[in-house]
């Protein structure tokens, strides 16, 4: 791993990853989905990723990544890569990936690489390229199901044929109210090809979904994850936008206004949970 280098591409055809925007350089919330090869569905022989920047009202697709000539170990250096380089030293990352097919082996690489770099045989060459913290900021998606009443402990994701519709058409849902931007015409493409049948959704004939299935996984790791808390800190792309026009003072006075009205807003929860049931209590006692 320490020895990944990237390079420009030769020619439009050998590109592997591509980058919209580059990381920001403090302050930014990033979801990294990944789809190994042959994992939610084996005619898929591509390994994908999407890296989206999360706000409160959407999300933007800021790069990816799509090739098949990489093994599983390859795979989990360049999510690795990404996730470092996106955290940076204040952002925030979170991982989803499928653990289906080879996902599981792309888990344990990942696992397996952090405790390496911490207390690895390479300390040199680790600390010689900043690679100790890379995933100081990172965050791994745990799953929950919807309906459960208690959070679950499984991390990251495995795909069966109930959840991929759900996640498909959850991104359906967020591409057609302009919540999603997509950049990749290459993705555009794969989205054209899907369609549902019944209980089941999926590229037709021998086209592929890499690229849209960790689109899908993305939307919902900031959806369920990442929303709620941009959500409370009204953390919408105009605010954002503004936020970096800011002088840092006006940074400074726009975050503790914000802190004040979230502490009155978690009060005021507070009182109502409280009343309720002061009024169910009052309510058994008439009984």
């Not at 690489?113 to 900043?130: A, D």
């Not at 959806?223 to 800190?233: K, S």
Request: glycine share 6%; aromatic share 10%.
């Amino acid at each position: 791993f320490t020895d990944c280098r990237i390079y420009p591409a030769h020619n439009a055809k050998s590109v592997e990853l591509k980058v919209w925007e580059e990381p920001e350089a403090a302050d930014a919330v990033y979801v990294i989905a990944a789809d190994p090869a042959f994992g939610a569905n084996e005619k898929n022989d591509r390994s994908g990723l999407q890296v989206l920047r999360c706000y409160a009202d959407g999300i933007d697709q800021v790069a990816e990544y799509a090739w098949p000539l990489i093994n599983s170990r390859q795979f989990a250096w360049v999510i690795a890569s990404l996730l470092g380089w996106y955290a940076g030293d204040k952002n925030d990352v979170y991982l989803i990936l499928e653990l289906n097919g080879p996902g599981e082996a792309v888990w344990n690489e990942l696992q397996s690489l952090k405790r390496q770099l911490n207390n690895g045989y390479q300390p040199k060459e680790v600390e010689e390229r900043g690679l100790r913290q890379i995933f100081r900021n990172v965050k791994n998606y745990i799953y929950t199901r919807s309906d459960a009443m208690s959070v679950g402990h499984n991390y990251q994701w495995r795909m069966t044929s109930r959840l991929k519709v759900t996640i498909m058409e959850r991104l359906r849902d967020f591409v057609s109210n302009a919540m999603l931007i997509i950049r990749s015409m290459d993705t555009i493409e794969e989205m054209k090809s899907i369609s549902r049948e019944g209980d089941s959704i999926e590229a037709q004939g021998s086209k592929k979904d890499d690229r849209v299935i960790a689109l899908a996984l993305g939307v919902r790791c900031w959806e369920e994850r990442v929303r709620r808390g941009m959500v409370a800190n009204r953390r919408t792309r105009e605010a954002e936008a503004l936020k970096k026009r800011m002088t840092i003072r006006d940074q400074i006075m726009l975050y503790n206004s914000s802190q004040l009205e979230n502490f009155f807003a978690v009060k005021a929860a507070q009182k109502r949970r409280d009343a309720a049931i002061m009024r169910r209590n009052a309510w058994r006692g008439r009984r």
